[in-house]
């Protein structure tokens, strides 16, 4: 089955700097790349996602980045905010439907 | 609309106890699906549903039965629980087709203790 692996696992940052979270994954078959954010006891929610057949996709702070050839996306966040801070978990659906595997997540913390 | 709604929002269990957490959606989506997240994890699939009548295993499904009998609803039921099913569960909803992939919606969560 599909394995993905997300680094770094926590990561801190200063008000308005950039931040960037990595995921590999292992399955080429893998067509679907969804980010979630994920508050302290709240629900996981989409942010961001990307499909395979396309390379980069933005939206206003936040971009994501796909190499299928090396397997690996990237979720970029720019001019982080304090509310920025949360958990953030990659996923990727290793078939053509909605099972999704997830990274283990990395903890972001924006300091003011 | 009111989603994907879950109850309880906690419970504790004893070893050995049986019980069924429940899951409902109004957005007439045909996936469903039931994660587990344990402290510093990601979500692990374990059980999902891409219509009434018919479910599948996940990645983690032992000790979790589930049904679909309707759209709405997708109970979870644990067997007989142990302490190794002390986490938070979450379920999801999607639209579904073949060979497509979607948004997946998730509820708020049930957080479960097993003594």
């Known amino acids: 089955g599909e394995n993905v692996e997300q680094h770094p696992s926590t990561l801190s940052v200063q008000e308005g700097d950039s931040a960037v979270i990595k995921c590999t994954y292992s399955?080429?078959?893998?067509?679907?790349f969804p980010w979630y954010k994920q508050e302290l006891g709240k629900r996981p929610q989409l942010i961001i996602d990307?499909?395979?057949?396309?390379g980069e996709k933005k939206d206003q702070r936040i971009a994501v980045t796909l190499n299928k050839t090396a397997k690996h996306f990237s979720l970029h966040i720019t001019e982080t905010q304090p509310e920025d801070s949360a958990v953030y978990f990659c996923?990727?659906?290793?078939?053509?439907?909605?099972?999704?595997?997830f990274g283990g997540g990395t903890r972001l913390m924006v300091k003011p | 609309n009111a989603g994907v709604t879950q109850t309880p929002k906690f419970q504790v269990l004893k070893t050995g106890q049986s019980m069924t957490l429940q899951c409902a959606q109004d957005?007439?989506?045909?996936?469903m699906s039931w994660y587990r997240q344990d402290p510093g994890m990601g979500l692990r699939l374990i059980h999902y549903?891409?219509?009434?009548?018919?479910?599948d295993q996940g990645e983690v499904p032992n000790g979790y039965n589930v049904s679909r009998s309707t759209t709405e609803d997708f109970p979870l039921r644990l067997l007989s629980a142990a302490p190794s099913q002390t986490s938070v569960y979450f379920c999801?909803?999607?639209?579904?087709?073949?060979?497509?992939?979607?948004?997946?919606?998730f509820g708020p969560g049930t957080r479960l203790t097993v003594t």
């Open positions: 957005m007439n989506h045909e996936y």
């Open positions: 990307i499909r395979s057949n396309v």
């Open positions: 399955d080429s078959a893998s067509n679907y």
């Open positions: 999801a909803s999607s639209l579904y087709s073949t060979g497509s992939s979607y948004e997946q919606y």
């Open positions: 996923a990727a659906s290793f078939n053509a439907g909605n099972m999704l595997t």
């Open positions: 549903s891409v219509g009434a009548g018919i479910t």
